[in-house]
C-alpha cells in the first residue's frame, strides 16, 4: 500500500451521479406538497382495509374456503402484496423516479380494483374463484409502485437542510400513519357493512372510485412537488463496496491514517461529505483504501475503490439488517388481526338490539385507538418526554419500536385468555360440533385485544417506518420504504409457516389447535405459543438495539 497517496491526487475517482435531489424551487415542496400525498394515500388505504379487512369473510363465505385454507390465502397474498414493493422501489430508484412510479402503479391499481369489482358482480361462480385471485394478485402489483414510493415522496417534500422542516419530518410520520388509519377505519365502517348487508359488487365498486379520485387529486398537485431523479441502482453501489473489500483483504489499514483512503465523495468537490466514519464493520474499510494498484490507474476502478459515503451506506444496510428481522414477529401477531380475530368475533353476540355488527368491522376499534392515541403521542408524550431525555423526538426511534414489541406480547397475553373463556362457555353450552352457533358470548370480549393491538401500531408501526426512512442512505430511502413493508410480507409468511407447524405437531397428540371447527381447536394454546416467541424477540430485540449505532452526518 502506497501510504503517501492522497486523496486530492485522485479528482478522477469520483463516481459520476446526479444530485440526490434535483434544484429545489423554495416556493415548492413543505405541508403544501406533502397534503395531497397524504390524501392519496388515504384514498388508497380506503379501498385496500375496506377490501382486506373483509377478505377472510369472502373467501370463507363466498368461495366456500376451509377456514385454515383462507388464513393462508389471506396470509400469502398479504405477504406477496408486501414483498413486491422491493422490486417496485428498486425500478423506482434506478429508473423510473417516485412521482412516475406513483401514477403508473395508481393505474395499474384502479385496474384491479375494476376487475374486483366485475368480478363479484357478473363473473359466473364456476369462473369467479379464478378470477378473483388474478384481480387481488393484480393489486399487489399496483401496490409494488405505490407502496415504496408515496410516502418517501411525500417525507422528500421537507428539506433536510431546514431545521424546521427537519423537526416537521419527524412529525409528519405520525399524521401519515393517523390518515392510513382515519382512511382504514371509515373503510371497516362504511364499505364492510355495504358489502355485509347491501353486495359486495357495491362495496368493490365504491372502492374502485376512490381510486380514481385519488389518481385526481394526486395530479392535482404535480406543481408543487419537489421532485426526485432516479439514481441508477443501488444494488450496484452496495456489491462495488463488498467487492472491494474482498480484492483488499490482506491489505492493512492503520487506524487514524486517512491518507491511503479514497474520501473523495460521489458528488460534487465543493459538496460535504454526508456520512462520516463508524467503526462496526471495519472489514469493509479496506473497499475505500487506495493502494498502489489505486494510485497508478488514471481512473477509478469503482469495484476496487470506494468512497467513504458509499462503504458507510453499506454499514447502514447492514445495521438495519437484525433490527428487520426482530421485527418480523410483530408482524406475524398483527397478521391475527385480520383473520383469527374476525374469525372469532363472527361466532359471538354481535347485535345491538337490531343491528348486527359485521364481524370484520371490529377492525374500527385498531383506527379508533390509532386517532386518538397519535395526537396525544405528538402533542402530549413528545414535549414532555423531549424536557427529560433532550431527545428531539422525546424518545428514540429504537425505543418507540421496543415499546411496541412490548405490548404486541400483551396482545397474545389477552388474546389467549379472551379465546380460553369462549372456549370455556362453548363446553358448557354443548356447542363443541356446531361452529355455526352463536356462542353466548359477547363480541366486546374481544374490543381489549383491538385497542391494545392500535396501541402498539402507534408505536412499533410508525417507529419502524421512521427508523427506515431517517437511517437508510438518502439515495435509497424507497427501498427503505420497501424494507419497511417487507416485515409485514415476510411476517405473514412467517405466520402463515408457524399455523401449518401447529397443526402438523398438534394432530399428532389429539385434536389439531387450528381446524375449520374454530370450536374444537385451541386457537388460545396457540396465542400462548405465539407471546412466548414474542418475548423470546423482545429479548433479542433489546439486545441488538443496545448495540445499534445511528447514522452520523
Excluded at 369467479?128 to 415522496?153: D, E, N, W
Excluded at 380475530?341 to 353476540?349: H, V
Excluded at 387450528?514 to 424477540?537: E, K
Aim: with cysteine.
Amino acid at each position: 500500500m502506497d501510504s503517501s497517496a492522497s486523496p486530492d491526487r485522485h479528482h478522477d475517482y469520483q463516481d459520476i451521479e446526479k444530485n440526490i435531489i434535483s434544484e429545489q424551487d423554495h416556493s415548492k415542496g413543505g405541508w403544501t406538497a406533502a397534503i395531497f400525498i397524504i390524501f392519496v394515500e388515504m384514498a388508497e388505504r380506503f379501498s385496500y382495509y375496506g377490501m382486506s379487512g373483509n377478505l377472510i369473510t369472502y373467501l370463507t363465505n363466498e368461495l366456500k374456503e376451509p377456514i385454515p385454507v383462507a388464513v393462508k390465502d389471506v396470509n400469502t397474498w398479504t405477504g406477496v402484496s408486501a414483498l413486491l414493493p422491493l422490486l417496485g422501489a428498486f425500478i423506482a430508484d434506478s429508473y423510473l423516479g417516485r412521482f412516475t412510479t406513483i401514477l403508473v402503479s395508481s393505474i395499474i391499481y384502479c385496474l384491479g380494483m375494476g376487475l374486483l369489482t366485475v368480478t363479484v358482480s357478473v363473473i359466473p361462480l364456476h369462473l369467479r374463484k379464478a378470477m378473483f385471485f388474478v384481480a387481488l394478485y393484480i393489486l399487489s402489483v399496483g401496490l409494488a409502485g405505490h407502496k415504496p414510493c408515496a410516502q418517501t415522496f411525500a417525507a422528500d417534500q421537507f428539506s433536510e437542510d431546514s431545521p424546521e422542516e427537519r423537526k416537521a419530518k419527524s412529525s409528519f410520520f405520525n399524521w401519515w400513519y393517523m390518515g392510513i388509519i382515519v382512511a382504514g377505519s371509515v373503510a371497516v365502517l362504511v364499505v364492510i357493512y355495504i358489502q355485509d348487508n347491501v353486495s359486495w359488487a357495491a362495496g368493490f365498486g365504491i372502492m374502485t372510485g376512490s381510486i380514481l379520485v385519488a389518481l385526481i387529486i394526486f395530479l392535482l398537485g404535480i406543481k408543487k412537488y419537489r421532485k426526485q431523479e432516479p439514481l441508477g441502482s443501488p444494488f450496484t453501489k452496495v456489491a462495488q463496496v463488498f467487492v472491494a473489500a474482498v480484492r483488499k483483504q490482506h491489505t492493512k489499514v492503520t487506524t487514524g491514517d486517512s491518507s491511503g483512503v479514497y474520501f473523495r465523495d460521489d458528488t460534487s468537490p465543493q459538496r460535504p461529505l454526508s456520512s462520516v466514519h463508524t467503526n462496526q464493520f471495519r472489514f469493509l474499510d479496506k473497499a475505500m483504501v487506495i493502494d498502489d494498484l489505486d494510485a497508478s490507474s488514471e481512473t477509478r476502478n469503482p469495484w476496487r475503490l470506494c468512497s467513504l459515503n458509499q462503504v458507510e451506506q453499506v454499514k447502514l444496510l447492514l445495521r438495519l439488517l437484525p433490527i428487520w428481522i426482530c421485527c418480523l414477529m410483530f408482524a406475524v401477531v398483527q397478521s391475527f388481526v385480520q383473520t383469527f380475530f374476525t374469525k372469532q368475533g363472527s361466532t359471538m353476540i354481535r347485535s345491538i338490539g337490531s343491528f348486527q355488527i359485521p364481524q370484520a368491522s371490529l377492525l374500527i376499534f385498531v383506527g379508533l385507538t390509532i386517532i386518538v392515541f397519535i395526537p396525544i403521542y405528538d402533542r402530549l408524550f413528545v414535549p414532555i418526554a423531549r424536557k427529560f431525555t433532550g431527545h428531539h423526538s422525546g424518545i428514540t426511534m429504537l425505543q418507540r419500536i421496543g415499546t411496541g414489541l412490548l405490548i404486541s406480547v400483551i396482545i397474545m397475553i389477552v388474546a389467549a385468555m379472551v379465546e380460553a373463556r369462549r372456549l370455556k362457555i362453548i363446553r358448557d353450552h354443548n356447542l363443541m360440533d356446531n361452529p355455526k352457533a352463536i356462542v353466548p358470548m359477547r363480541v366486546w370480549w374481544l374490543v381489549p385485544q383491538y385497542v391494545i393491538s392500535g396501541l402498539s401500531d402507534v408505536f412499533a408501526f410508525v417507529g419502524i417506518q421512521e427508523l427506515f426512512y431517517d437511517q437508510m442512505p438518502e439515495a435509497m430511502r424507497s427501498l427503505g420504504a420497501a424494507f419497511y413493508l417487507s416485515v409485514t410480507g415476510v411476517g405473514n409468511f412467517i405466520s402463515s409457516g408457524i399455523i401449518t407447524l401447529v397443526q402438523v405437531i398438534s394432530s399428532k397428540y389429539g385434536e389439531k389447535w387450528i381446524s375449520d371447527n374454530i370450536n374444537r381447536g385451541h386457537l388460545d394454546y396457540f396465542y400462548w405459543v405465539i407471546a412466548a416467541l414474542s418475548i423470546l424477540n423482545l429479548f433479542i430485540y433489546v439486545w441488538i438495539a443496545k448495540g445499534f449505532v445511528y447514522k452520523k452526518n
